[in-house]
């Protein structure tokens, strides 16, 4: 309900949300919802009124390249994989960078994390597993047959994930 809040205030106002041109699917938490952008954005939005909390990178000139994937947030920390082939792990309610993790390709499908271990695909063809709280790599799945696009899912122990 209020991401098609967000979605009718984005068509109908001029307020601040109307100048985000989102990409990613929202992640609503506790009145605040984050959404990476095409321009290679991440924005928190107050849930709200619209309005612009923080923006990553904070630098205008700065981009990481598109977020396609939906962020995913735990406790304190947003994770965020972007085009640019990097992960980001936020501060959730000021947007700075906590730790970053480079993959070898753009990052295109969202990260998962289940139990304190973040996974995420690339298109250089990896499943990287990391330690959520510091990014610290555990493993690395290395025989995909293409790009890895997709998110990640965890099942019973198991990581399903699909590849071009």
């Known amino acids: 309900m209020l991401s098609l809040g967000l979605l009718l205030l984005a068509g109908c106002t001029g307020s601040n949300i109307g100048a985000v041109s989102g990409w990613s699917a929202l992640a609503p938490a506790g009145g605040t919802v984050y959404v990476g952008t095409i321009e290679g954005e991440v924005v928190a939005?107050?849930?709200?009124?619209?309005?612009?909390?923080?923006r990553f990178p904070s630098d205008p000139k700065e981009r990481i390249g598109g977020v396609y994937g939906q962020p995913v947030l735990q406790g304190q920390l947003l994770y965020v994989g972007a085009y640019n082939g990097k992960l980001y792990a936020l501060d959730k309610d000021t947007g700075a960078k906590q730790w970053q993790f480079d993959t070898r390709g753009p990052i295109v499908g969202g990260p998962s994390i289940a139990d304190g271990t973040l996974?995420?695909?690339?298109?250089?063809?990896?499943?990287?597993?990391?330690?959520?709280?510091?990014?610290?790599?555990?493993?690395?799945?290395?025989?995909a047959e293409g790009k890895i696009w997709s998110t990640p899912v965890v099942q019973g122990g198991n990581v399903y994930f699909g590849s071009m």
Not at 45 to 54: C, F, I, R, S
């Open 45 to 54: 939005l107050d849930g709200q009124t619209g309005d612009v909390k923080w």
């Open 119 to 143: 996974l995420v695909g690339s298109s250089d063809g990896l499943l990287y597993a990391l330690k959520a709280e510091d990014g610290t790599r555990l493993w690395t799945f290395k025989k």
